[in-house]
């Protein structure tokens, strides 16, 4: 999920909350795809809700400012 995707959900009427467990899902589920190799089975870390809250938060207070983009 990109950052743009995030704010068009957020300014869709997403709450913070419920962007967090979509990202989660999406992040821990290509981690499992990732660690079905048998090369890559202690590769990457899967995240809580707490973490993705905050990714999604950093994202959305990076456009309210305005720093890199604007949708």
């Known amino acids: 999920m990109t950052e743009q ?3 068009q959900m957020w300014k869709s009427g997403l709450t913070k909350n419920k962007l967090a ?3 989660k899902r999406q992040y821990n589920n ?3 795809i990732i660690r079905l ?3 890559h ?3 990457g870390r899967f995240i809580t809700n ?3 809250l905050s990714y999604i938060e950093r994202t ?3 456009y ?3 720093d890199e983009y604007k949708c």
């Open 30 to 32: 290509r981690i499992k």
């Open 64 to 66: 309210l400012k305005g």
């Open 50 to 52: 707490y973490e993705a």
């Open 60 to 62: 959305i207070l990076k």
């Open 5 to 7: 995707e995030i704010i």
């Open 21 to 23: 467990e979509i990202y």
């Open 37 to 39: 190799d048998i090369k």
């Open 41 to 43: 089975r202690h590769s």
